[in-house]
């Protein structure tokens, strides 16, 4: 029987929790998707191209998820709970003013957005009715992401499990009452998909912030304090611009392997969801090395920060590399659950073989890069992590298109790029230098 150490057991009981709330956020998002494909096809596709754009807040958001972890992590661990407090009510008020502009945007102008992609009138129309629906939420959306992250930094993780599960039970009644118009309201269609979810996200806020108000190690303290929100900015800004400059890789990477063919492109999409799954216990391990890091090195004890982090990127490398093994080894199995195209799963096939045996050195870029951000050494994880993406991954593979005629050598390049990086991410990491910076 294996028995874990004290340290072990710190990281799991952080990460696991968070795993499970990173699953509920995509159970909400396939419910949604199940109801509305009961509608029509236009609006399945409507509601898909939406959430691509959904999905993109998030790299807009992580410059107040940083921010709030860094500085949170760092005055829990030193003991500074009224600093943490007043951090949060920093970034508390500033996540609203930025989330404003944007909410704008996309109510009055979201038919542009699916205009420049070529969609159908149809398809413009409705999506241009979800995505202006559910963008009124964005100022609560954006309130909980700092909420949810200095829960995180405290390592208080099940607290957001434990809402995200009262979300979805709110959003499931509310689709199927909105949706479909039951106990009296009008049928809204793909109207009330967007304006469940929008209703899901403020009660959630409201959970938060009741929780802030009664139980949690922190309080909100309402104290005006500009100097905090400027090392909160300034120490997010490096992540917030490498989200920023990621997402377009992936498109590219979609784009490049689509040039072999559409049965290449459906065999990359259900490789990319089937491998979605493994990445959903590396993303809780960030989330513990984070909050772990950043309060040893708040507690003074820079060492044991170490430590932990080490322990995170075991934990999630022997995870994920299980997780890797069941990908190389049962393929065909994994891709016939998504189509019976022959063609198709041979390619997926292909993909989950070679990614497979790259989950282990993803755990590590994963769990390091979360390690050193929450250390604040956001603006190395940013150059390692773009110029990886895009010199060593999308460069070769593009130059790769022009010579090879099957999509199995771009995929072949990830791997290596993977390696690579995990490589320099650790060689940062155990330098130490991380360990004094300021923030």
Known sequence: MIRLNDRYRRVLAISMPAVFHNFMNIVQSMVDMLFVGRISSVSLASVGVSMQYTTMLYAFMSIVYVGTNVL??????????????QTVYMMFLFS???????????????????????TDAEVVRDGAIYLSTYSYAMPALFIQGV???????????????????FGNLI?????????????????????????????????????????????????????????????????????????????PSYIVLSALVAKFGVDALAGY?????????????????????????????????????????????????????VLGLLMAVFPHGLARMFTDNEATIENAVWYLRIMGISQVPLAVC???????????DTNVTFYINT?????????????????????????????????????????????????????
Request: charged share 15%; proline share 3%; hydrophobic share 55%.
């Open 269 to 321: 999409q259900v490789g990319l969801r089937i491998e979605g799954l493994a990445f959903m216990p590396g993303v809780g391990f960030i989330f513990a090395s984070m909050a772990l890091v950043g309060q040893g090195i708040g507690a003074g004890k820079p060492d044991e920060a170490e430590k932990d982090a080490t322990a995170a990127v075991i934990s999630a490398s022997v995870i994920m590399g």
């Open 387 to 439: 110029v990886s993406l895009w010199g060593l991954r999308i460069l070769p593979a593009w130059i790769l298109t022009f010579y090879v005629t099957n999509s199995v050598w771009v995929y072949l390049v990830a791997m290596i790029e993977s390696v690579v990086r995990a490589g320099i991410l650790l060689v940062r990491f155990r330098s130490g230098k991380w360990k004094s910076i300021k923030v």
């Open 366 to 376: 994963f769990v390091v890069s979360g390690s050193l951000r929450g250390a604040g």
């Open 171 to 247: 959003n499931v009644v509310l689709d199927w009452v909105l949706i479909f118009g039951k106990f009296g309201f009008p049928e809204m269609g793909v109207q009330g998909a967007a304006l469940a979810t929008a209703i899901t996200i403020y009660c959630q806020l409201a959970v938060y912030i009741w929780y802030y108000l009664t139980f949690s190690e922190i309080r909100i303290v309402s104290k005006w304090d500009l100097t905090l929100l400027i090392r909160g900015i300034k120490v997010a800004v490096p992540a917030w611009l490498e989200r920023i400059v990621a997402h």
């Open 96 to 118: 609203f003013v930025i989330s404003l502009p944007l909410m704008y945007f996309c109510v009055f102008h979201s038919p542009f957005l699916f205009e420049i992609l070529g």
């Open 147 to 165: 909420l949810f992250s200095g829960l995180n930094a405290i390592g208080q993780t099940k607290v957001p499990f434990y809402i995200s599960i």
């Open 72 to 85: 949170v992590s760092r005055f829990y661990g030193s003991k500074e709970m009224d600093r943490a407090g």
